[in-house]
């Protein structure tokens, strides 16, 4: 009963390197959707999609790039890494974009940039 | 635009009663979502609302009121384990979620 798994849970990165966060649902949700959890600030839509093969920017986009080639996964990457970008990343994962279908959660991935 | 607000902090004792509210404001409106997040952990939904009223789930009930931008989460029968911050959340009109930054929930002995 794993829901929405995400990898690495912690990960501490120097400016300019690069990395991918990998997140993988194993309930069929046709949605999937990268976050970032900021202090005082609630949570802020980065990518998301809506079905294998597709992606569309969110609020904050810039500095981030996402795929989706398989319909259970969806992969978040840093190009570049900036200190801005230290937050706790969450993805999540819908039946539907339907208004009532409530989003599942992985557990998180602390990212430190130095 | 879009604004959502909520008390960043609030304090109860074990066995109450507590209400968080949450107030919006938004050009669009397509349901309003509550969740609840432990500490260093995922948030995890607790209701939904589109019509204004009560809902009612055990201990947890959500209350809309659409013409206000006005909802709340009761929280009853307070435990320990209920300390926790309380996400509120609007559906917007592209169907995205619109996030409030949370009520951190003390509770106390």
């Known amino acids: 009963n794993a829901g929405v798994t995400q990898t690495p849970k912690f990960r501490v990165l120097k400016t300019g390197q690069s990395m991918t966060l990998l997140c993988a649902q194993d309930?069929?949700?046709?949605?999937m959707y990268w976050y970032r959890q900021d202090p005082g600030m609630g949570l802020r839509l980065i990518h998301y999609s809506v079905g294998e093969g597709t992606t569309a920017k969110g609020e904050v986009p810039d500095g981030y790039n996402v795929s989706r080639l398989k319909k259970q996964n969806f992969l978040l990457g840093l190009e570049s890494a900036a200190p801005s970008q230290t937050s706790v990343y969450f993805c999540?994962?819908?039946?539907?974009?339907?208004?009532?279908?409530?989003?599942?959660f992985g557990d998180g991935t602390r990212l430190s940039i130095l | 635009g879009q604004n959502i607000d909520q008390p960043t902090e609030m304090t109860a004792t074990e066995g109450a009663i507590v209400q968080i509210n949450c107030t919006y404001q938004t050009s669009g409106f397509n349901g309003l979502f509550w969740y609840q997040q432990h500490a260093g952990e995922a948030p995890t939904f607790l209701s939904y609302n589109v019509l204004d009223g009560l809902e009612e789930k055990g201990r947890f009930s959500s209350f809309l009121s659409r013409s206000k931008g006005y909802s709340y989460l009761l929280l009853k029968e307070l435990q320990m384990k209920d300390s926790a911050s309380y996400l509120c959340a609007l559906t917007d009109s592209n169907y995205q979620l619109i996030w409030g930054a949370g009520t951190k929930l003390i509770i106390k002995p």
């Open positions: 309930m069929n949700h046709e949605y």
């Open positions: 999540a994962s819908s039946y539907s974009d339907s208004p009532s279908q409530p989003q599942h």
